[in-house]
């Protein structure tokens, strides 16, 4: 048996064994970036929330300064409240879900415990 023969038993035979090992399929990374996607502008809705507010005549109720001061104040609340929310909608029972609920707290946890903070630290707040 010539080498090239060899190599291609040997992958035939283990591809079985590899197999298990990569489950990170591409369907999973879109659920993934999807879960990103949709927290992504959801954050951006908090970020224009007083325009919005403007639009329905609600401007004077509604300041995006607090906002961001109340849930730089109150991290860890905020990330299990957006959890209760991203896993209460998406649920757990079907892998595709769970991928995509798990983007969205890679997004969440970035945005509460680094964007928020870091923002407040360069315009010389107090980051608690």
């Known amino acids: 048996m010539n080498r090239a023969m060899l190599l291609a038993v ?3 035979l283990s591809a079985p064994a590899f197999a298990h090992a990569s489950m990170f399929t591409p369907t999973a ?24 507010a403007k639009m329905f005549g609600l401007g004077r109720f509604v300041n995006k300064e607090l ?5 730089n104040g109150n991290r860890v609340v905020t990330l299990l409240t957006t ?14 879900s769970t991928v995509f609920a798990l983007g ?11 964007v928020i903070p870091v923002r407040f630290f360069i315009r010389g707040r107090r980051s608690t």
């Open 10 to 12: 040997v992958v035939c």
């Open 29 to 52: 990374s879109s659920s993934f970036f999807a879960g990103i996607g949709l927290w992504s502008v959801i954050w951006s809705g908090v970020y224009k929330i007083e325009k919005v």
């Open 67 to 71: 906002i961001l001061e109340w849930i």
């Open 83 to 96: 959890e209760v929310f991203n896993f209460g909608v998406h649920g757990i029972e079907n892998p595709n």
């Open 104 to 114: 969205g707290t890679a997004m969440n946890f970035i945005m509460i415990f680094v």
